[in-house]
């Protein structure tokens, strides 16, 4: 049953759309530095997203909604209360559940690996219901200090568990190209993108069955 094997899950684009970060992102933040700056929303978001660019996705910066409240002046705002504005928007792939359910009743180990801050992470779990799946919930970027763009983070996942470990996600640099580099088997998940990239698997289903046979 399960053979020791963890299996470790990208959360934002793999298990859940991307619908709630880019609510928050591309939308919750842009309107408030609209209002503060008195400009026009479209304006803002164009501001917005440079400035995140500019940071990059490799960087701690670029998860934490604290330090982009205070970068546009609104250190009023609770990052917190932003963030939960937009819980409604939290939805899971059809898929998430059943292959959860499965793998772990089969006795896989399963761990959710996210670079998502924990006021993201956590609203994102809660609300839809994952937490009784995993046996490690950890924020890479809030809890460790580090970013799935180094090898380091995926050192000190594989360090964290007794067997063996696979990883899926979306990003194809940070769950795939950088745990293939640490030693550890990663898959590359594609949920929207037509046609899928190369290599890419199209649903968990596929990873699950790929998993028993490992
Ligand atoms: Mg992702």
Not at 12 to 25: A, I, K, M, P, Y
Request: net charge negative; aromatic share 12%; hydrophobic share 40%.
């Amino acid at each position: 049953m399960g053979r020791g094997l963890s299996i470790s899950f990208d959360l934002d684009g793999t298990l859940t759309s991307n619908r709630f970060v880019d609510s928050v992102w591309l939308y919750g933040l842009p309107g408030l530095v609209a209002e503060r700056q008195k400009i026009d929303f479209p304006a803002a978001q164009t501001m917005c997203i440079q400035a995140y660019s500019g940071v990059g996705d490799g960087s701690l910066l670029w998860y934490r909604l604290p330090y982009w409240l205070e970068y546009f002046d609104l250190r009023d705002m609770d990052s917190k209360r932003l963030v939960s504005r937009y819980a409604s928007h939290i939805e899971l792939y059809d898929d998430v559940i059943p292959v959860l359910k499965g793998l772990k009743d089969e006795g896989f180990d399963l761990i959710l690996f996210s670079n998502a801050a924990r006021d993201f992470l956590d609203l994102e779990v809660s609300e839809s219901g994952l937490e009784p799946f995993f046996s490690r919930i950890i924020s890479v970027s809030d809890d460790w200090g580090m970013v799935k763009a180094e090898a380091a983070a995926y050192a000190k996942l594989r360090n964290t568990v007794s067997g063996n470990i696979v990883h899926i996600g979306d990003h194809k640099r940070f769950d795939y190209e950088v745990p293939m580099s640490a030693g550890i088997t990663a898959y590359h998940i594609c949920r929207d993108k037509q046609p899928a990239a190369n290599g890419c698997l199209h649903t968990l289903h596929q990873f699950a069955e790929i998993v028993r046979l490992l």
